[in-house]
């Protein structure tokens, strides 16, 4: 009797995760599914390493993870199949779904401008690392960047800039960042120590982004 086949939908840090605890339990056979030409990489290395020149988009990859880099289109579940963007499709016993989440962007005036000028991005996916990378080292010297958020991500990249020499703003919505996940006293602090570190504008948010040649002015 051959042992189960599950389909992991997600090729990012949690269905990774969850492929490589199924595959250590040895009683079933799991493979990840990326979207085309995706290569499966560990997600968590992605703002800390590529975006401040620390690593190569290629010392990121996940060696043995069996993975299907075919964008999965549609699901059959009476079937129990997964139909894939090539035409092919894969049967599965179970599915487990990890498709991640999408960073927030900016919506506010001049927005579009300033990522078409490549002064705006988010921090998410390899390429964006490669783009936050790349214009880095076209400046040439330290820069000034805002980083709206004050999350993990947001406080692990920041630390990482102002070690390179880069000066660094926090901004934020909440005047206390991550007080619904850490509660009032851990957040306070990690506020104080963003403070001590960075500048940061908590409590504030952006109406608009202009573009001044080689620099961007958000207004709050």
Same mark, same amino acid.
């Given at each position: ?7 992991v939908i997600g ?76 035409? +092919?499709s894969a049967g ?5 779904? =990890?498709? @991640?989440?999408? #960073?927030? !962007?900016?919506?506010?005036? %001049? *927005? ?78 990690? +506020? ?8 940061? =504008?908590? @409590?504030?948010? #952006?109406? !608009?982004?202009?573009?001044? %040649? *080689? ?6």
């Open positions: 009797m051959s042992s189960p086949h599950v389909l090729a990012g840090a949690a269905g990774v995760a969850a492929a490589r605890v199924l595959a250590a339990a040895n009683a079933v056979t799991v493979s990840v599914i990326g979207r085309s030409g995706e290569t499966p990489y560990n997600r968590t290395l992605v703002n800390k390493g590529i975006a401040v020149g620390l690593l190569t988009p290629e010392q990121t990859a996940l060696p043995g993870v069996d993975a299907i880099l075919d964008t999965a289109i549609r699901i059959d579940a009476a079937e129990r199949r997964v139909h894939f963007a090539s035409g +092919a599965y016993d179970a599915l487990l779904i =990890a498709t @991640g989440s999408t #960073p927030h !962007g900016l919506t506010v005036p %001049g *927005a579009d401008d300033a990522a078409a000028a490549g002064k705006l991005t988010s921090l998410h996916s390899i390429d964006d690392a490669i783009r936050v990378r790349d214009a880095l080292a076209a400046l040439g010297h330290p820069g000034r960047i805002v980083i709206s958020g004050a999350g993990l991500v947001a406080g692990e990249t920041a630390t990482l800039l102002r070690e390179k020499g880069h000066h660094v703003t926090l901004l934020a919505r909440s005047p206390l960042p991550g007080v619904t996940v850490f509660g009032q006293e851990l957040a306070g602090r990690l +506020a104080d120590a963003h403070r001590a570190r960075h500048t940061t =504008a908590f @409590g504030r948010v #952006p109406v !608009g982004i202009r573009l001044d %040649g *080689a620099e961007i002015t958000i207004q709050l």
